[in-house]
């Protein structure tokens, strides 16, 4: 037991600062994963004419290929042909792209889950489409869709450990490296594995607050 | 202001919801579109509201073409069967919500908003539950509110879709006489969606039943009941009693019985004549009877007796309704044998659409 502290106390500085790096790629493909997503879910949802088509064609892809070999294709296929990204930046991207297109899929169920009457009901009122799908129908289908962005907002988390592929020292990458100095695998990836999971948990303590506050109104 | 519907058509893949349908909403009125479901009513709603297009025809809005003017701009207040509230706000943003979209320019201050909505609130009689959530409402308060957030924004017309229909009948009455009164110190042109004939004869100024894509009569209630123009109508409307006799010159004959009719119809022939229980007198005296039969079942239901009678002619039970009254002089007991005497009568030629009432 002992050893194992001794152990800890040396590795932590590099286990935290690849915590941090995680933390960050999930922030920021979480952000703009949410941004992208939306926006595809949009251009479906109205049917905008060739980028739905497109849309669902991406949505496809990304959901049909696994995450490694995106991550393959756009660090190292990509500057094949003249298109080059520091790890980071690949690492975001690949991330970001993929979860757009689950996130977008939640959302589009979220928003075909709002009653047909609401939208009758805005237009009605003299608001536009966007005005509708603004102030009624996206509020409604945040709702809808929390569980099901939660879930692959949490799966983008340990999703993160795959960018060590690409050279980023994530805390995956972090772990391995202090195995590699320290030859103590099982403590090292135990712990590696206990804080994905706190990251989670906290994620999750976040998904039981926005819900409980989307819900304030649906309260008998 | 007055609606003017021209010559609709409207298909959902092979079923024709509206065929060819023609009307003209007067200004002021509280019209009432009355049919059984798939009748076309509904759709002809969301027509007139802009929240369906329809195949051919037009709409026009006090004289001037609405077809493709947007639902946004048509300006038309409407209240859905099932409420569509905006669950995620509470009742008073709600109601100023169509005024609170607004493009600044014509959005009017915030108090003013606020004394419109607490207005409508009253007129509603709601405004205690400002600041509640629909959620905590009932279906009856539900509606109301919906009904005073399509009014906030000062629709030219007010279109509503079975208004009613998803609210249990003490509630729906109610509602239905306040509805009547709020239309009397309002004046908004109004159309509304019902199969309950009772509601749209009570409710409205007028009646329009509609039956598969198409309308079968418009009248007044009054016209509606008293005069009904097609053998569908004069069932939509009520129990009724069918026998089948013939026309023979401007009479309805079945047997020994033969009554004149008003207005001669132009050819002879089997005819079907339709009777509503309570135009049906039971007597036990053969004159004048149009059919005869035993009493099988008395039902004594408040101020009035419902009576079957199994007919001897065609072993078919006919329905009679008599008063409290009437029923104690006859003394009527089951196994009775009785006389029907109509004392009125709506004849149409057999698979034709024609009336001749007398």
Known sequence: ?220 | MSIEIRNIQKRFGEFTALDNVSLTVESGELLALLGPSGCGKTTLLRIIAGLETPDAGQVLFAGKDATHTHVSERQVGFVFQHYALFRHMTVFDNVAFGLTVRPRSVRPGREEVRERVMRLLKLVQLDWLADAYPAQLSGGQRQRIALARSLAVEPKVLLLDEPFGALDAKVRKDLRRWLRSLHNDMHITSVFVTHDQEEALEVSDRVVVMDHGHIEQVGTPDEIYDRPATPFVTQFLGDVNLFHGRVDQGHFTLGDFAQPLAEAPAAGGQAVAFVRPHDLEISRAAEGALAHGVVEHIHAVGPIVRVEVAAESSGKPLEAVLTRERYRELALMLGDRVYVRPTRVSVFPAGDAQDYVI
């Open chain 1, 1 to 220: 037991m002992d050893a194992w502290i001794d152990l800890f106390r040396t590795a932590w500085p590099v286990l935290l600062q690849g915590t941090l790096y995680t933390l960050m790629f999930a922030v920021i493909s979480m952000v703009l994963g949410l941004a992208l997503g939306f926006l595809v879910a949009l251009v479906r949802v109205a049917r905008v004419p060739a980028l739905a088509q497109l849309a669902a064609f991406y949505v496809s892809a990304m959901r049909g290929t696994p995450l490694l070999v995106q991550i393959f294709v756009i660090y190292y296929g990509l500057p094949g042909i003249g298109i080059e990204f520091d790890p980071v930046t690949a690492g975001v991207l690949a991330l970001t792209l993929n979860v757009g297109a689950y996130l977008s899929e939640s959302m589009r169920g979220g928003i075909a889950g709002v009653d047909r009457g609401q939208w009758d009901a805005g237009l009605s009122l003299g608001l536009g489409w966007w005005q509708t799908m603004r102030f009624v129908v996206a509020p409604q289908a945040l709702r809808l869709a929390v569980p099901s962005l939660s879930n692959s907002l949490i799966s983008l988390i340990k999703d993160t450990s795959l960018v060590s592929v690409i050279t980023v020292t994530e805390l995956m990458l972090a772990t391995k490296e202090v195995i590699a100095q320290t030859f103590q695998p099982l403590p090292l990836y135990l712990a590696a594995a206990a804080i994905y999971w706190v990251l989670s948990a906290s994620f999750e303590q976040v998904q039981r607050r926005v819900e409980a506050r989307l819900n304030l109104s649906y309260r008998r």
